[in-house]
């Protein structure tokens, strides 16, 4: 008889890892992942920075794997761990960065219930040591998706070369203000995440969420049609939300990017996950995606001329406003050594002003003279003082506001100062913490505060009569510039090269170089 029943789409998994698991392997194979992979504690950390190298060329990085049976520790890239595999019949190892677990035999990533329940736990721990909850969490298809997965099975498959994502905006009559910030926001890694994966609880009425409509907005975005989008109800939303915004005239991208934020924050209500009782861990108090992502706080630390005693407060921040040498603001001189060399990527041929001079003037000490005495706590009188801006908490995208645009009573212009921004950002210098202050870092230890670019809005005119556009990263090294409904193909240089007015960087997941 011919059996009629469908088959059942379950997958057989690696056959090679019951080999492992014997005797002690659960006990075993979470000791690995709490010191080698997620490493909660700073403690661990600092025991996978130090021990963590691999035993045959001493590199930290070219993803290294740790054996699953012996103390190896390996490059996948270079197929040192290949090799230790092939000589000493040990199938199976971990990736140290991800978690992810690779037979040698199946020469794949495999997956395996009762290790990634393993992995689940461990990283959750880790979380909760870092005092991050699981704002993070991995996404798991529910019943009916599964059902969903089961009766299509097509799939799309994305390359280099993938265009999904890419898709051009009309202009609706002096809205090219808009069209640039959507673009940044729509390839905002973790945004997008959040919005593809139908996480929004909408709590208001029926066409006045902007969340819902920015969900809308993602759908539409990576639906794979390739024909300019028209965001009519997306521009109703400010209008209506922002009334400053409203009319037909030429808006700030800037202030723009801030009033959507705002909206945003203020819409996303019902998505709010309360991690028992916890305050949320940012400056803002909030855990709607807007401030997981966007939020940073920015450290004030005022300092008494007379008793030496430091006065600290605390506030969020969505972005980094930065003078510009040009403007009636005095710019002290540009970094040392301007007749040449590089700092955080930046070139500093010719003398021309870098993000990381902005970032020193932003975060150097301050005096703030007679005519702005403070109260001294300790003095019990008015005294002069010092006032230093540093990072105490940073975002995870961190946005740069270049100030191009100067308004005062007797001055409005446009400062046009070519400014050199790098590809990939370090952080460290400008925190609040005893490692910058010091510039000392542990041997091996990365501090989480290097970020990579992938987006920039440029403005190109006058204050009068202008025109906003955007680069945005679509894959590793892969740029496209967005004029409204016209997307190109863009080099690094033509990136790195252009005017820049906000810049967008994303933090980079990694903890140990």
Known sequence: LISKRKPQLLPAGCSHVNAYKVDNWRPNLRVIYQCFVWSGSAETRRRKAKSCICHMCGAHLNRLHSCLYCVFFGCFTKKHIHEHAKNKRHNLAIDLLYGGIYCFVCQDYIYDKDMEQIAKEEQRKAWKLQGVGEKYSTWEPTKRELDLLRHNPKRRKMTTNCTIGLRGLINLGNT??????????????LLRDFFLSDRHKCEMQSNSCLVCEMSQ?????????????????????????????????????HEFLIAALDVLHRHCKGDTTNDNGKKANNPNHCNCIIDQIFTG???SDVTCQVCHGVSTTIDPFWDISLDLPGSSTPFWPLSPGGDGGTVNGESHLSGATTLTDCLRRFTRPEHLGSSAKIKCGGCHSYQESTKQLTMKKLPIVAC???????????LRRKITTYVSFPLELDMTPFMASRWASTNYL????????????????????????GHYTSFIRQHKDQWFKCDDAIITKASIKDVLDSEGYLLFYHKQFLEYE
Not at 218 to 228: A, K, N, V, W
Not at 238 to 253: F, K
Not at 400 to 410: T, Y
Not at 445 to 455: C, G, S, T
Request: with cysteine.
């Open 442 to 465: 542990p041997p091996g230890l990365y501090v989480l505060v290097r970020y990579a670019l992938f987006a920039v809005v440029n403005h190109q005119g006058t204050l009068e009569s």
């Open 176 to 189: 090219c203000f808009m069209n640039c910030i959507v673009q940044a926001l729509t390839h905002t890694p």
């Open 297 to 299: 706080g920015l450290q």
């Open 400 to 410: 740069f506001h270049l100030k191009r645009f100067e308004h005062s009573a007797k």
């Open 217 to 253: 907005l993602f759908q539409e975005f990576y639906s794979g049609h390739r024909s300019p989008h028209i965001p009519f109800r997306l521009l109703h939303l400010v209008w209506t939300h922002a009334r400053h915004l409203a009319g037909y005239e030429q808006q700030d991208a």
